[in-house]
Each structure stands twice: as C-alpha cells, then as structure tokens.
C-alpha cells in the first residue's frame, strides 16, 4: 500500500511502550481460541473469557515503559496515515449525505487495555468500544492470524481489520447498532446471531467502500491480503480449525464466503447505498 507521506491522524494514541507486563496465558493456545472466537467483538467467547481471566490473576507484572522498535515504529506510523484516509473517507460519504462524522480515535496496546466497554486483553482480538468510540488494537493479533490460521499477513490485510471497525464505528453513529441490539431482545440464540452477522458482513461491506474510496493508494495484491484475511476469520473457518466441526446457528459473523463477498461488494460498488445485509442475508 501506498502510504508514505500522507497526513497521519492525531486520534491514534499509542500505549504499546507501556505495558502491565506480559500476560504468560494470551500468548498461549487458550488466549488464541479466545481471541478468534471473539474476533472483531464477537459474542463466542463471552464464556470462555472469564476462565481465561482466573488464569491470568497473579501473572501481571508491575507495569514498564519501554521504547519502541522501528518496526513498531513503521507500524505506528502505517496505522496513523490509514486511520488518516478513513477520517477524510468517512467525513465526505457523510457529507454527501447530509450527515456530520464523528472521528472515532483507536489505542494501539500491548497484552493489555481498560475501555469504557471494561478491561479487555490481546485475546480479545481487534475490537470497536461505542462506549468511548474508540478501535482497540494489540498488533500481536496480526502475526497470530498468519502463522497460525493461514492468511496472508502484510500491511493491507491490517488496513482491512481497521477499516473493519470503523465500520462498527460508522454503525453506531447510523444507529445501525442500537437497532440491532433491541430487534435482538428476546429471540432465539441462533435469531440474535443473524442479526449479528449481518451487522458483522455490513461492517465487511464498509470497510470494501473504505477500499474503493481509496483506490489510489493501492498496490497489486492488497486487495487478495484483505481476502485473505477475511477468509481466516469466517465462522466455518474458525470452527473447523478449533472445533473440527461446523454450526452454522452460532455463526456471529459470517462464513468466509460472506465476509469476503460482502467486502468486495462495497469495494466493487463504492456505494454506502449498497449494502443493506440485513435485507440480503435475513431472506
């Protein structure tokens, strides 16, 4: 991606120079289950979470500053520049449509983080807070998804999982959220789970209009690196790596052949108008 010299967003806060200290259980296979299963805000690991919680109690150590590689550094400064062109991305969409965008701000962390939506850690995987309207990021989640669940890494498919919760981001200042969450009051698990996958694949949809939006800064292969990721976190991908088995009911976010549909479909259409999930996939 072509990113180089372009403005960088001053809503990035980078914490990964401070750190409570290495978590000994989220590096491990436990926090790697946990993190797929709750891969961008998911629900699967409500269950799991507070077990992975108990075994991490006495494993923190006081908390250190250090200073940054220049890898990170690089890193950091990818992650401001991209959240840059989602900033002017979404501020002109909504102006086309009558609306004002509220910047989102994103946390770079390491092992560790406290939010608005409570404490969460590197297992908790990429997430969006509407509680303080921020993205949280530990970039050790990048390196997991390609060493251990086959997707292709490199810069774009970590611009796909930002653009991804801005999607989210985007959503609650739609209302999109708000609704979803009270037509979800008192149905079925598996009713309630839809509705969350079709929340999840507009969020894919969005971050493909991110993508076409800013097609300038491309380069050959970004586009198969963002495929490549949302191939690895589909549901059934996911399950039949840890479960040997899948269930579509308790999807909450899509098969791969979803995620990366509905991607390409704001990347090919570049129109917000385009993708009404819940109209598609609820048929």
Not at 57 to 64: A, C, L, V
Request: charged share 25%; glycine share 12%.
């Amino acid at each position: 991606m072509k990113w180089r010299g372009n403005r960088q967003s001053d809503n990035v806060e980078d914490r990964r120079g401070l750190s409570g200290g290495k978590i000994a259980v989220g590096g491990g296979i436990i926090g790697i289950i946990v993190l797929l299963l709750n891969l961008f805000g998911g629900e699967n690991a409500q269950q799991l979470t507070p077990i992975l919680e108990q075994m991490q109690q006495g494993q923190q150590q006081p908390t250190e500053q250090r200073e940054l590689t220049a890898e990170e550094v690089e890193i950091g400064e990818f992650v401001k520049t991209n959240f840059a062109f989602m900033e002017d991305t979404w501020v002109k969409i909504f102006e086309e449509n009558g609306l004002t965008y509220e910047k989102p701000k994103m946390v770079l962390f390491t092992n560790q983080v406290q939010t608005a939506c409570g404490g969460a850690t590197s297992a908790s995987g990429p997430f969006y807070c509407p509680g303080d309207k921020k993205v949280y990021m530990d970039m050790a989640f990048f390196e997991e998804l390609r060493t251990r669940f086959g997707a292709k890494g490199g810069d774009f498919a970590i611009a796909y999982v930002m653009a991804h919760e801005v999607g989210h981001h985007v959503q609650t200042l739609l209302g999109t959220s708000g609704k979803v969450r009270q037509l979800q009051a008192g149905k079925s698990e598996a009713e309630a789970n839809k509705l969350s996958v079709c929340l999840e694949l507009q969020a894919d949809f969005y971050a493909g209009l991110w993508a076409y939006h800013n097609k300038q800064y491309l380069e050959e292969g970004d586009i198969e690196e963002a495929l490549s990721a949302a191939n690895a976190v589909g549901d059934d991908a996911i399950q039949t790596k840890m479960q040997g088995q899948v269930n579509q009911e308790s999807f909450t976010h899509g098969s791969s052949e979803q995620r990366m549909k509905w991607f390409m479909r704001g990347y090919k259409t570049g129109d917000i108008k385009q993708g009404d999930t819940f109209a598609e996939e609820l048929e």
